[in-house]
């Protein structure tokens, strides 16, 4: 059963750091691009980071370029996301995401998705 | 950046009627290449996180019920419920896979009548 779990989330100042991580299992973890999708609570959903397989590419959102790092640990089959220079409108459930099986080049919509991380920035 | 404006932002169906929702992106999603739309869509119900429905924009994600379909191309999409069931309430949102950022329209709302 392919399983995705969220950790890390919490309280945190403004200007803080936090690192998410994202247990993933179930699956050839080292196969598949993932994703982090962020959503405010009651608010919709807004992609926030992306890797490849090797974590060799990535990308981000313009919002939180320079500020989140993605990266992945295939060995521990753990994907991540590092916050830095935390700020009030970060607050917000943050996911992790797979891509689907039959699509392999990093276009493609989620099948998996973590429960998800609340991180909350505020003094 | 791909803006997904989806509309209504909220719906009210009677339990066995259609449901329809409309997706429109700002710039085409088909692919030339392969003549792929990159538009999915999710359903997210209360407390839970997205499930893919559907993708390529019309194709149903194995164990999703045949009463939900996409159809569209191009910069215009509709996600249609044939026959709503107490267990479609919930929030539905498009997203385009064509460029990155990667985007979501505002979603769905779907409630009972």
């Known amino acids: 059963e392919v399983q995705l779990v969220e950790s890390g989330g919490g309280l945190v100042q403004p200007g803080g750091s936090l690192r998410l991580s994202c247990a993933a299992s179930?699956?050839?973890?080292?196969?598949?691009?993932m994703h982090w999708v962020r959503q405010v609570p009651g608010k919709g959903l807004v992609w926030v980071s992306r890797?490849?397989?090797?974590?060799?590419?990535?990308r981000c959102a313009d919002s939180v370029k320079g500020r989140f790092t993605i990266s992945r640990d295939n060995a521990k089959n753990t994907l991540y996301l590092q916050m830095n220079s935390l700020r009030a409108e970060d607050t917000a459930v943050y996911y992790c995401?797979?891509?689907?099986?039959?699509?392999?080049?990093?276009?493609?919509?989620?099948?998996?998705w973590g429960q998800g991380t609340l991180v909350t920035v505020s003094s | 950046d791909i803006v997904m404006t989806q509309s209504p932002d909220s719906l009210a169906v009677s339990l066995g009627e259609r449901a329809t929702i409309n997706c429109k992106s700002s710039q085409s999603v088909l692919y030339s290449s392969n003549n792929e739309n990159y538009l999915a869509w999710y359903q997210q119900k209360p407390g839970q996180p997205p499930k893919l429905l559907i993708y390529?924009?019309?194709t149903r994600e194995s164990g999703v019920p045949d009463r939900f379909s996409g159809s569209g191309s191009g910069t215009d999409f509709t996600l249609t419920i044939s026959s709503l069931q107490a267990e479609d309430v919930a929030v539905y949102y498009c997203?385009?896979?064509?460029?990155?950022?990667?985007?979501f329209g505002g979603g769905t709302r779907v409630e009972i009548k």
């Open positions: 995401a797979r891509d689907v099986a039959s699509c392999t080049n990093g276009v493609c919509p989620h099948d998996y």
């Open positions: 997203q385009q896979y064509y460029s990155t950022p990667l985007t």
């Open positions: 179930g699956f050839t973890f080292s196969s598949f691009w």
């Open positions: 390529w924009a019309s």
């Open positions: 890797i490849d397989t090797d974590g060799s590419r990535t």
